[in-house]
């Protein structure tokens, strides 16, 4: 910092894409900081280290950083800002630096108009510092370049050169010349690719750029095989006066030359969404920016025909592995010889003999007693304690398959649980229902749902720190925007649209006791009302895992909430009690049966 004539230094968890998983070499904040949640921003002076992250992982953060830490609890009333917090902390004229790839534009520009109060700015530094520190350790891991893959039009449901057309129309709404694309779901979705430069997501590092006439492509050459030259039609860095069939491929550092050249003439509109890096961005002018989200990201979450059929289907084969797993365990956890880590490994073998497996969508939240407080807990062979018949358990889990994305979650108790761990399960359960059966507008935002599923807790003075639902992939990100479910306001929130997939996931948390969240997987859907003009929506299951009948109180759901359940327990036998049956697996078809009874 010193040598940089730096008085602060800011690491955030982002890499140069804005990914919310990122490759293990981009790590530097949990490299720097010890904490290893997917969310959080480490800001470093000369006589200090804080660390914010939000409500999801102040226990995990608690527990990490050590003595040199300080914990701040992002979103509450009391915890400043990086502005407010680097005002306070510093002299006025200071400077404070950051690596402008791992930065959102729009996340820079809010620092900076924070910190012209305080007359200090923030400084450019291409050079990233905690990489100078990892990479004198030797331990620093090599960046990674796996070879890319089409996704066959079967899954996709439609061609990536109408996808392109699709966007272009869209630039020619906004009179932009070119979009720039920098997120790595959005050139996945767009080109009909897949690959895995990212755990968990099915991504590839690269950037595209969208012309008028031309789509540029940046990527290191050596992961294009001759397959996917083909399905891209690749022209080897030319470009047309007319319209091209295919893609300019360019080495994945020519970015910033190529788009340094597309604005020099200054005469071309540039499309770029604010969250592309600032070290991007800076490189228009504002005359020359059109400043909007991608397009990309709500064709993308509004999923076609194809694509929902696949999360369908995904969904039953996910569904077999869950009997079998939660067959499994209650035979094996009364002989005391499962632990977190064995239930998490277990579940994903099971899973890796489905059909159309990948791979995880994200580290299995295998979490007992305690640890299911901790709400983005992943156990390591260091924190893995025994699933017994003492404790709440919960799991949260998912997977990648050719044809869709899966996040599910369940709570189960393998003994008997006490009269108050019912009643949280029932609570959480009843919210879980209330978003499930509530019709709502066309174009409402999460924000205004978010209630339906904390009644049923709030009523009892209980609640829970993060938000209720996300939106999913189709076969990429487990946690895909722009829209969302929860009490916070998002600015990019489209307002919920048919054909989107959303979770619903409610829950609690008793810190040092157990936790408990019950998460389903739901495609949103046109609603038939009584009155009205047809622009109301609904939600559709596509988890078909069921509840765990010994957690329920029955007195504390009324008539309709019954038959919803009884109605998806029916569904869970009729799609999963088929697959089981097909599949000759009679041990989960057996636990299948006894926990999808009717009740009431």
């Keep these: 910092m010193k040598e940089f004539n730096i008085s602060a230094y800011i690491v955030p968890t982002d890499d140069a894409h804005q990914n919310e998983y990122i490759a293990a070499a981009d790590q530097r904040r949990e490299f720097i900081s010890g904490f290893t949640g997917s ?38 009333p009391d915890t400043p800002t990086f502005g407010q917090f680097l005002n306070d902390k510093l002299a006025p004229q200071s400077s404070i630096g950051a690596d402008p790839t791992t930065i959102s534009n729009s996340t820079w520009e809010t620092i900076s108009k924070e910190l012209e109060i305080n007359g200090s700015k923030m400084v450019n530094i291409s050079t990233n510092l905690v990489d100078l520190v990892w990479s004198e350790t030797g331990d620093r891991p090599a960046p990674p370049n796996n070879s890319v893959w089409v996704l066959e039009q079967k899954y996709t449901g439609k061609d990536w050169k109408q996808k392109i057309q699709d966007v272009r129309e869209k630039m020619a709404e906004k009179k932009a010349e070119y979009l720039v694309v920098t997120a790595l779901d959005e050139i996945a979705w767009l ?15 690269s950037y ?101 059929a696949g999360m369908y289907a995904c969904h039953v084969r996910d569904g077999v592995a869950l009997a079998e797993f939660f067959a499994w365990m209650e035979a094996e956890v009364p002989k005391c010889n499962v632990t977190e880590l064995s239930a998490a490994d277990k579940l994903e073998e099971l899973r890796s003999q489905q059909e159309n497996y990948v791979s995880l969508s994200f580290d299995t939240i295998s979490a007992s007693g305690p640890n299911g407080a901790i709400i983005h ?58 978003m499930a059966m509530n019709k709502f507008p066309e174009k409402a935002t999460g924000e205004r749902l978010d209630s339906f599923a904390r009644q049923h807790l709030w009523n009892v003075g209980l609640d829970y720190a993060h938000g209720t639902g996300h939106g999913v992939g189709a076969g990429l990100n487990v946690h895909e925007g722009p829209m969302s479910i929860g009490y916070r306001h998002n600015p990019k929130d489209p307002g919920l649209l048919a054909g989107m997939v959303i979770t619903d996931e409610p829950g609690y948390y008793e810190a040092g006791a157990f936790g408990i969240r019950i998460e389903n997987q739901m495609a949103i859907e046109k609603a038939q009302v009584k009155y009205g003009n047809g622009s109301f929506l609904e939600l559709r299951n596509l988890t078909l895992v069921p509840y765990q009948r010994k957690l329920l109180v029955p007195e ?25 049956q097909d599949q000759n697996k009679k041990e989960a078809y057996r636990w299948l049966l006894k926990e999808a009874a009717p009740i009431g």
Aim: glycine residues 6%; hydrophobic residues 35%; aromatic residues 8%.
């Design 39 to 76: 969310a959080g921003t480490a800001i470093i002076t000369e006589h200090n280290a804080s660390l914010w992250t939000d409500g999801r992982y102040f226990l995990q953060a608690a527990q990490q950083l050590d003595d040199n830490w300080t914990l701040m609890k992002d979103r509450l």
């Design 377 to 434: 807990y992943k156990p390591t062979p260091e924190s893995s304690i025994p699933v017994t018949s003492n404790d709440m358990f919960l799991l949260d889990s998912g997977s990648q398959y050719l044809d869709g994305t899966t996040d599910v979650t369940r709570t189960v108790h393998f003994g008997q649980p006490n009269e108050y761990q019912k009643e949280c399960y029932t609570r959480v359960l009843k919210g879980n229902l209330a």
């Design 191 to 205: 080109l009909n690719m897949r690959g895995s430069d990212i755990p968990f997501n099915p991504v590839f590092f």
């Design 208 to 308: 595209v750029i969208v012309g008028i006439n031309r789509t540029m492509l940046f990527i290191n050459e050596s992961k294009v095989n001759s397959t996917v030259r083909r399905h891209l039609n690749i022209e080897e860095n030319r470009m047309d006066t007319g319209p091209m069939d295919g893609v300019e491929l360019y080495p994945y550092g020519d970015v910033f030359d190529k788009l340094d050249e597309i604005v020099h003439p200054k005469d071309k509109k540039l499309w770029l969404t604010p969250e592309s890096s600032y070290a991007v961005c800076s490189r228009v002018t504002q005359d020359l920016l059109v400043r909007a989200a991608s397009p990309i990201a709500l064709m993308k979450a509004v999923k076609n025909e194809a694509e929902l």
């Design 556 to 580: 504390l759901l009324n008539r309709d909430e019954i038959a919803y359940i009884n109605q998806y327990h029916e569904t869970c036998l009729q799609h999963v009690g088929k697959a089981l």
